[in-house]
Antibody, heavy 118, light 108 residues
């Protein structure tokens, strides 16, 4: 089965950090641009970051640049999101997704919840 | 950055109705627009990409169209399973993506 499986969410205190993971199975992740999207409680979708197939180019929403880092390990068919200096406003469900349709996000992970609270 | 304005925010319709949701981009996005359906507690699902291309496995009652910077998702004959929130997504450049605000579709 073709899928993206996410891990690494949880409860973290303000100022803390978390690393989210997203592992592909049933397809070759290195072929695609990959994306992180988040959704705050009761809110809409927000694009977080993109990374190109070989990991040499990364792009971020302006508001998160400098605190979040997207990376990938193609040898492990995996995508990551390092989140530092976390704030209450970062509380959200985070989704990884593959841009298999020339950028359109055709495969999504199941989502992982991040709660930033003391 | 490119902005997308989606409307309406809430839509109520009956089974069998034809419904439309609109997104307007702040500048030319060369048809790089997708539509997603999201149900509560689930990840979004791709319906339409490149403005009008139907994703494999998506029912043919879903269609997309464009006129300049205005994009429309149409559901030809509403079904009970179509109750969900729908989002548009512009992906004109890998350096910056934007999602619409979402449209919550309720079945009367």
């Amino acid at each position: 089965e073709v899928q993206l499986v996410q891990s690494g969410g949880g409860l973290v205190q303000p100022g803390g950090f978390l690393r989210l993971s997203c592992t592909a199975s049933g397809f070759t992740l290195p072929n695609y641009y990959m994306t992180w999207v988040r959704q705050s409680p009761g809110e809409g979708l927000q694009w977080v970051a993109n990374i190109n197939p070989d990991g040499t180019d990364t792009f971020y929403v302006n508001s998160l640049r400098g605190r979040f880092t997207i990376s990938r390990d193609n040898t492990k068919n995996s995508l990551f999101l390092q989140m530092n200096s976390l704030r209450a406003g970062d509380t959200a469900v985070y989704y990884c997704a593959s841009g298999g349709k020339l950028g359109a996000l055709d495969l999504w992970g199941q989502g992982t919840e991040v709660v930033v609270s003391s | 950055d490119i902005q997308v304005t989606q409307s309406p925010s809430i839509l109520s319709a009956s089974v069998g109705d034809r419904v439309t949701i609109t997104c307007r981009a702040s500048q030319n996005i060369n048809s790089w627009l997708a539509w997603y359906q999201q149900k509560p507690g689930k990840a979004p699902k791709l319906l339409i990409y490149k403005a009008s291309t139907l994703e494999s496995g998506v029912p043919s009652r879903f269609s997309g169209s464009e006129s300049g910077t205005e994009f429309t998702l149409t559901i030809g004959s509403l079904q009970p399973d179509d109750s969900a929130t729908y989002y548009c997504h512009q992906y004109n450049s890998y350096s910056s993506y934007t999602f619409g605000q979402g449209t919550k579709l309720e079945i009367k």
